[in-house]
């Protein structure tokens, strides 16, 4: 897979893979761009109400392009490959930050890390977006693509109803036995982690997010049951990282009972 390294150049790209796929896309707002508008995109392929929601989210950080380009991968095999998706309402937000993706850095342009901004009383316009956009509805699930520069293989969290209904170890294992790195260190990042999976089955929300909290947080507190989100080693290839993000999906989505 060629890596696209403009915001613009990939959106167009996910526009044209969302109509060949069946997927309607939404501006959720634009933010401004040296003079430009950037769309802030939400793609959805929707089924019959009451099946359960998914919602999955990319490149809120900008130096980690593997998600972005798992979600080019997805729509372009969707219409063939993806039959674990017929259960349930999709939606996709592939890129959440195009100004850092633009600059290669983590945060936005203004030197703000989207990622904890959350249900802050004055969030930055694109977190504001997708606030306004998600307070409409709850997901059942919600699966964030990111990549850590320190690790040198995949690990995931997650936060789930019970340890036994947990996914995390199936992920790994479907990762480890398809010959992909895993990151067995027994801490990452500061936190307790178990053969590559960093788990919580229930977590004490911040009263209020003064300061903002992760994505993944905000929507549990919107009512998702499961978050998800996967690390992958940016010291590996582009194509071998996007393999790694879509047989985590692949994986979570075979063994997901509402
Ligand atoms: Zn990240």
């Given at each position: 897979m060629k890596e696209i390294f403009e915001s613009r150049h990939f959106l167009d790209n996910v526009l044209k893979m969302a109509a060949t796929s069946g997927f309607r896309p939404r501006v959720l707002g634009e933010i401004d761009m040296e003079g430009t508008k950037v769309p802030i995109l939400s793609l959805s392929r929707k089924i019959n109400r009451q099946a359960p929601r998914i919602l999955i989210s990319a490149g809120i950080h900008g130096d980690e392009p593997a998600g972005p380009h798992a979600i080019l991968s997805l729509l372009e095999s969707f219409p063939d490959d993806w039959p674990e998706f017929k259960c349930c309402h999709v939606e996709i937000v592939?890129?959440?930050n195009p100004s850092g993706f633009d600059l290669r850095q983590r945060a936005n342009r203004e030197g703000m890390d989207l990622n904890r901004a959350f249900g802050s009383p004055a969030p930055p316009p694109e977190i504001r977006f997708l606030m306004n956009d998600f307070r409409r509805r709850a997901v059942d699930l919600f699966v964030d693509l990111h990549e850590d520069v320190d690790t040198p293989g995949f690990y995931l969290y997650e936060l789930a109803p019970s340890e036994d209904k947990a996914f995390g170890s199936l992920i790994i294992s479907a990762l480890r036995k398809a010959g992909h790195p895993i990151n067995?260190?027994?801490?990452?990042e500061g936190m307790a982690a178990r053969d590559g999976l960093i788990l919580r089955t229930s977590r004490p929300f911040p009263r209020h997010f003064r300061k903002g909290a992760p994505q993944g947080l905000y929507l549990k507190k919107l009512g998702a049951r499961r978050t998800l989100t996967f690390e992958t080693p940016p010291g590996r290839l582009l194509d071998e990282r996007v393999a790694m993000h879509l047989l985590s999906l692949r994986t979570v989505l075979s063994n997901w009972v509402r």
């Open positions: 592939p890129l959440i067995e260190a027994p801490v990452i």
